[in-house]
């Protein structure tokens, strides 16, 4: 950190006093009453009255960089090394404010993710009703709204269905999780639904082995993946790794969303006009939404983090290499061939399933601009004439 250290010989003419006039020291010595003369020295203005409330903001601001991410640290870092604090109270607070973690992004904010969470969901759920979901949850986007709108009055299966949540371990020590499986429980009961639910920590899904599933003889099991497997490109053989864990559990269905843009090539001009046209289109989209043309109107809060969150993914595409560059967006004709060579082939999602995508769009953003178009088996949700999002199922071959 980047401090001025000023000697004792201008520290005695400083603050802009003269010693000519007594009633300018009068007034000198009034705004520098308290000041701490071992702070004033190293360029910092701390009161000793506020001595006790400087200790307390440097305890709370180790507890709060003691629980944030490496790259949280490095953007601090980068906006205050060269700042120099002559109030020492108001700059601690500051730090800790831009420390604390933000609120996460809602899902429900999103019409696009609305429906193809949904829309999968449904198709994974109706394969049988003692289907073992499995589903990487949590890896990058709240879904723990969608049980409201995902799950509702089925014939009520003869056992509960098991669902298995996948997620990283936390920053915060909360238990996320469980979260999830609690506000799961609570919606079931109000339906009269019964079902099992268990999670999974895992820092990748690259980590995980069939072997740690447990699948009951005569289950049928279904794996859902919304907006992750894209991440495990940046890894050689991690998405090889989990298809062929995918395989091991023999699922009778694999249902994938995933963005529908190229932003994983080698050239860095490609890339950045691929995701300008890409998010220009998607912030349109939204802006629509909270301009007043959703049924359920966004927030003020649910705009900015929506911003933010789409704000992390743009910088990943543009400004991250190797492994760091983890928004590895590719298209569904890429997601085909690697899904095909991985031993999988295309289920065709059917007619209710596009009825029931263009319903949601409808309901949740109105419908105005939104479309739903069917590509070989496939929907695909876009705005206007561009294509956004890709939801697609598959099978064993």
Same mark, same amino acid.
């Given at each position: 950190?980047?401090?001025?250290?000023?000697?004792?010989?201008?520290?005695?003419?400083?603050?802009?006093?003269?010693?000519?006039?007594?009633?300018?020291?009068?007034?000198?010595?009034?705004?520098?009453?308290?000041?701490?003369?071992?702070?004033?020295?190293?360029?910092?203005?701390?009161?000793?009255?506020?001595?006790?409330?400087?200790?307390?903001?440097?305890?709370?601001?180790?507890?709060?960089?003691?629980?944030?991410?490496? &790259?949280?640290? !490095?953007?601090?870092? %980068?906006?205050?090394?060269?700042?120099?604090? *002559? #109030?020492?109270? +108001?700059? =601690?607070? @500051?730090?800790?404010?831009?420390?604390?973690?933000?609120?996460?992004?809602?899902?429900?904010?999103?019409?696009?993710?609305?429906?193809?969470?949904?829309?999968?969901? &449904?198709?994974? !759920?109706?394969?049988? %009703?003692?289907?073992?979901?499995?589903?990487? *949850? #949590?890896?990058? +986007?709240? =879904?723990? @709204?969608?049980?409201?709108?995902?799950?509702?009055?089925?014939?009520?299966?003869?056992?509960?269905?098991?669902?298995?949540?996948?997620?990283?371990?936390?920053?915060?020590?909360?238990?996320?999780?469980?979260?999830?499986?609690?506000?799961?429980?609570?919606?079931?009961?109000?339906?009269?639904?019964?079902?099992?639910?268990?999670?999974?920590?895992?820092?990748?899904?690259?980590?995980?082995?069939?072997?740690?599933?447990?699948?009951?003889?005569?289950?049928?099991?279904?794996?859902?993946?919304?907006?992750?497997?894209?991440?495990?490109?940046?890894?050689?053989?991690?998405?090889?790794?989990?298809?062929?864990?995918?395989?091991?559990?023999?699922?009778?269905?694999?249902?994938?969303?995933?963005?529908?843009?190229?932003?994983?090539?080698?050239?860095?001009?490609?890339?950045?006009?691929?995701?300008?046209?890409?998010?220009?289109?998607?912030?349109?989209?939204?802006?629509?939404?909270?301009?007043?043309?959703?049924?359920?109107?966004?927030?003020?809060?649910?705009?900015?983090?929506?911003?933010?969150?789409?704000?992390?993914?743009?910088?990943?595409?543009?400004?991250?290499?190797?492994?760091?560059?983890?928004?590895?967006?590719?298209?569904?004709?890429?997601?085909?061939?690697?899904?095909?060579?991985?031993?999988?082939?295309?289920?065709?999602?059917?007619?209710?399933?596009?009825?029931?995508?263009?319903?949601?769009?409808?309901?949740?953003?109105?419908?105005?601009?939104?479309?739903?178009?069917?590509?070989?088996?496939?929907?695909?949700?876009?705005?206007?004439?561009?294509?956004?999002?890709?939801?697609?199922?598959?099978?064993?071959?």
């Amino acid at each position: 950190m980047k401090r001025e250290h000023t000697n004792q010989e201008n520290f005695s003419s400083s603050g802009s006093c003269s010693s000519s006039g007594k009633a300018k020291m009068w007034s000198c010595e009034a705004e520098d009453a308290g000041v701490d003369e071992l702070f004033a020295v190293l360029g910092y203005k701390v009161k000793s009255s506020d001595m006790a409330e400087v200790a307390q903001k440097i305890e709370q601001l180790e507890e709060v960089m003691g629980s944030v991410q490496q &790259d949280g640290l !490095s953007q601090l870092a %980068s906006e205050t090394v060269h700042y120099n604090p *002559s #109030d020492l109270s +108001s700059w =601690l607070e @500051s730090m800790i404010s831009g420390l604390n973690p933000m609120p996460e992004f809602d899902s429900s904010s999103d019409p696009f993710l609305e429906s193809s969470t949904i829309t999968t969901i &449904d198709n994974g !759920s109706s394969v049988n %009703s003692r289907a073992q979901m499995v589903a990487d *949850s #949590d890896f990058g +986007s709240d =879904l723990i @709204s969608i049980p409201g709108k995902a799950i509702y009055p089925r014939t009520q299966p003869p056992a509960p269905p098991p669902l298995t949540g996948i997620g990283p371990p936390s920053n915060d020590n909360t238990d996320h999780l469980q979260e999830v499986g609690w506000k799961l429980a609570k919606f079931a009961e109000t339906i009269n639904v019964e079902f099992e639910y268990r999670g999974f920590v895992a820092t990748s899904l690259a980590d995980l082995n069939a072997a740690m599933f447990d699948i009951r003889e005569g289950e049928t099991v279904a794996v859902n993946s919304i907006f992750e497997l894209h991440q495990l490109l940046a890894r050689p053989g991690a998405i090889e790794k989990v298809l062929q864990v995918v395989r091991e559990l023999k699922p009778e269905i694999l249902t994938v969303v995933e963005q529908e843009a190229n932003h994983n090539g080698n050239v860095f001009l490609e890339r950045f006009t691929e995701s300008l046209h890409y998010y220009s289109t998607l912030f349109d989209s939204l802006e629509s939404c909270g301009a007043g043309n959703c049924d359920a109107l966004v927030s003020d809060q649910d705009k900015v983090m929506s911003e933010v969150y789409l704000g992390r993914q743009i910088c990943n595409v543009v400004a991250c290499e190797g492994v760091d560059r983890i928004e590895r967006h590719e298209t569904l004709t890429q997601w085909r061939v690697r899904f095909g060579s991985a031993g999988f082939g295309p289920v065709h999602l059917g007619s209710n399933a596009y009825k029931q995508a263009s319903m949601l769009l409808a309901l949740f953003a109105g419908g105005d601009g939104y479309r739903v178009e069917e590509n070989n088996g496939c929907l695909m949700l876009g705005w206007h004439t561009r294509t956004l999002i890709a939801t697609s199922a598959w099978k064993l071959s």
